[in-house]
């Protein structure tokens, strides 16, 4: 089973500031990554998928990185709406999926 | 509009069973896969099994096998997931979500939260 870690647990940063986040699986999961983003009382939205591609609607602030097995998600230049949980996720082993444990973006 | 809608909030005690609802709509819900989340109080996601309509034999995370079943009716575009016996450790919120095709998640229903009480 593909265990992913996420780095770090909370990142603080202010509106406008750059957020970089970390995901890192046990094993390779090639291109099977993607990115979702939770806000409180609200279902998980999915950002990116297949690594770098935007899901639907989702601003061009948002991007993926990696390959293998570390990832990360970058959001350039924080909103005030962006302040969220994120989540990535595998499925290297289709129909099998695993979310990593979350980084939480609170404002500084 | 494509959409998952869930049953609603549910509380019940320890040994109970349960059965939660998700119906899909807006689109041919036997060639999808629905998944199953859970997400207790103040904690993650954990990715709980999936199933596909047109072949009803489950795929379950190790983590769930045999504490749950997830079962689908065609017929009437809905998901199921079942509890024989709950315990007070099911208590959180139930998502089911939609695959795209071999992609992730793109639609989720609004969650069911689940309450095992005494």
């Known amino acids: 089973e593909v265990v992913l870690t996420q780095s770090p647990a909370t990142l603080s940063l202010s509106p406008g500031e750059r957020a970089i986040l970390s995901c890192r699986a046990s094993?390779?999961?090639?291109?099977?990554l993607a990115w979702y983003q939770q806000k409180p009382g609200q279902a998980p939205r999915l950002l990116i998928y297949?690594?770098?591609k935007r899901a639907a609607d989702i601003p061009a602030r948002f991007s993926g990185s990696g390959s293998g097995t570390d990832f990360s998600l970058t959001i350039s230049g924080l909103e005030p709406d962006d302040f969220a949980v994120y989540y990535c996720?595998?499925?290297?082993?289709?129909?099998?999926?695993?979310f990593g444990p979350g980084t939480r973006v609170e404002i500084k | 509009d494509v959409q998952l809608v869930q049953s609603g909030a549910e509380v019940k005690k320890p040994g109970e069973s349960l059965r939660i609802s998700c119906m899909g709509s807006g689109y041919s819900f036997s060639s999808y896969w629905i998944a199953w989340v859970r997400q207790m109080p103040g904690k993650g996601l954990e990715w709980m099994g999936i199933?596909?309509?047109?072949?009803?034999?489950?795929r379950y995370s190790p983590s769930f096998q045999d504490q749950v079943t997830i079962s689908v009716d065609k017929s009437i575009s809905t998901a199921y997931l079942q509890w024989s016996s709950l315990k007070a450790s099911d208590t959180a919120m139930y998502y089911c979500?939609?695959?795209?095709?071999?992609?992730?998640?793109?639609?989720w229903g609004q969650g069911t939260m689940v309450t095992v009480s005494s």
């Open positions: 199933i596909y309509p047109g072949d009803p034999d489950p």
């Open positions: 979500a939609r695959p795209h095709g071999v992609d992730p998640f793109d639609i």
């Open positions: 996720q595998q499925h290297s082993n289709w129909p099998e999926f695993t």
């Open positions: 094993q390779s999961v090639s291109s099977f």
């Open positions: 297949d690594v770098s």
